[in-house]
């Protein structure tokens, strides 16, 4: 499976380390607005296809799932320049900034018939679940 990421911030780094660590997957790009983070995350992870430029990553194409690490502003337009390619999204945490743009980025890719992941939430977590229950009671 070929991958494309965005956001080349802290966030990514993990996520580039674990999808080098999936057997069968590879990152073939990357994007980020910031040409300095960019560069050096794309020679830290031998990734040589680097765009400014969401659109025209996606516009290039040549991965079937992008990873969308970003801040929750740029959110529902990635998500939504990924379903309009038919591309598979992860997307990081907050998902979106209020219930419209959450509806309106799951309704876009479920159109597709295509797979809309939000990035690790904490609520299985033994410390949040403890809480969880505390409150419960």
């Known amino acids: 499976m070929n991958v494309a990421l965005i956001g080349c911030g802290f966030f990514a780094q993990n ?44 516009q290039d194409g040549g991965f079937e799932t992008v990873d969308i690490a970003t801040t929750v502003s740029s959110h529902r337009v990635l998500v939504e320049m990924a379903a309009s390619k038919k591309i598979h999204v992860i997307c990081q945490k907050p998902f ?21 992941m939000v990035h690790e939430n904490f609520r299985w977590q033994s410390a949040v679940r403890i809480v969880i229950e505390e409150v419960r009671n």
Do not use: H
């Open 96 to 116: 979106a900034e209020n219930i419209a743009d959450a509806r309106a980025m799951v309704s876009a890719v479920e159109a597709t018939g295509k797979t809309l």
């Open 15 to 58: 996520q580039l380390r674990a999808w080098r660590a999936i057997e069968g997957v590879k990152v073939v790009a990357l994007c980020d607005t910031d040409p300095i983070k960019l560069n050096a995350t794309g020679e830290e992870f031998s990734i040589k296809r680097q765009y400014t430029n969401a659109a025209e990553m996606f």
